[in-house]
């Protein structure tokens, strides 16, 4: 069996997906509370506990699953599409 593969080879299967699920959809999803005020931090949060610097990246593609929108298009939203002050 190749490195890196459980299973029956096929890539994209196994843990990977049901982590993807939880965080995207189970009950990962429902502490982030995707589509609100907040929830990349909150993904960020509590992933970084079991992925370190790398939950940003994670946190980054779990929110356009969960969400069909980037982060920045997302805040953009939620601000009603200006530009925020500083």
Do not use: E
Request: hydrophobic share 30%; proline share 2%; net charge positive.
């Amino acid at each position: 069996m190749a490195r890196g593969r459980q299973g029956n080879g096929r890539r994209g299967g196994g843990n990977a997906q049901t982590l993807r699920d939880y965080w995207t959809h189970g009950a990962g999803a429902a502490k982030i509370r995707w589509g609100s005020p907040g929830d990349f931090n909150r993904c960020v949060r509590q992933v970084s506990k079991y992925m370190g610097p790398r939950a940003k990246g994670y946190c980054q593609l779990r929110h356009m699953a969960a969400t069909g929108m980037t982060t920045s298009a997302h805040a953009k939203a939620l601000r009603g599409g200006t530009r925020k002050r500083r």
